[in-house]
């Protein structure tokens, strides 16, 4: 069954922590994996899409990298404003016509001042 | 003005009541979702529509019933609701289904009562 699996649950830093977010998948094949952001009571906002292993995408002090099982979000110098929850979702060939996504649970970050 | 816009926001229905949720999207694009996201679980597709065409319902039961009069906009109706349909609903639209990333509306929270 395809799975997408994000840890922690929950992360709480200090202003300037540096920390990593996991997001493990299990697809039959790979189409992209998204990166979103969800602020409490609001709809996910678009961070990242990966395709291949290897790759790497930043925005600001937030860096994105992708292997063959798994995804890192890295947080660099985390300030208050980046906390939210951080939602990883995985794209697979076979859905590729329907643009279905395959969400993992979050991590929910919290930076404090 | 957004990119993708719901209303309302927030909608409390008895179980007995008929209502809809509309979504419109100002961005151009051609496939348009409805994603359904319940407190500690993952999102969860519910429907999707390329061009106007319904490519993939999601085993959502009849309760729920979408409809895309045009590529801009995407309704959902809801007819006698169950407690545990409490949850707030998303859409989504993006270029197409390939390797296109998906951008949300603000969703709309609904609690059934």
């Known amino acids: 069954e395809d799975q997408v699996t994000q840890s922690p649950e929950a992360l709480r830093l200090q202003e300037g922590e540096s920390s990593s977010l996991n997001c493990s998948y299990t697809?039959?094949?790979?189409?992209?994996l998204f990166w979103y952001r969800q602020d409490p009571g609001k709809g996910p906002e678009f961070l990242f899409t990966?395709?291949?292993a290897g790759e790497e995408k930043e925005k600001e002090r937030l860096k994105a990298t992708l292997t063959k099982k798994e995804s890192f979000l890295h947080i660099t110098a985390p300030k208050p404003e980046d906390s939210a929850t951080y939602l990883c979702?995985?794209?697979?060939?076979?859905?590729?016509?329907?643009?279905?996504?395959?969400f993992g649970q979050g991590t929910t970050l919290q930076v404090k001042p | 003005e957004t990119g993708v816009t719901q209303t309302p926001r927030h909608l409390v229905m008895g179980m007995t009541n008929k209502k809809s949720l509309k979504c419109e999207q100002h961005?151009?694009?051609?496939?348009m979702y409805w994603y359904k996201q319940s407190a500690k679980k993952p999102l969860e597709l519910m429907f999707v529509?390329?061009?106007?065409?319904?490519?993939e319902n999601n085993s959502v039961p009849s309760r729920f019933s979408p409809e895309c009069p045009n590529s801009s906009h995407l309704f959902l109706h809801l007819h006698t609701l169950q407690p545990e349909d409490s949850a707030l609903y998303l859409c989504?639209?993006?270029?197409?289904?390939?390797?296109?990333?998906?951008?949300f509306g603000q969703g709309t929270r609904l609690t059934v009562v």
């Open positions: 961005l151009g694009h051609n496939a």
């Open positions: 979702a995985v794209q697979e060939y076979g859905s590729s016509n329907t643009g279905k996504l395959i």
């Open positions: 990966l395709y291949s």
């Open positions: 697809v039959s094949g790979l189409r992209g």
């Open positions: 989504a639209s993006s270029q197409g289904p390939v390797d296109t990333e998906a951008f």
């Open positions: 529509y390329s061009l106007e065409e319904r490519v």
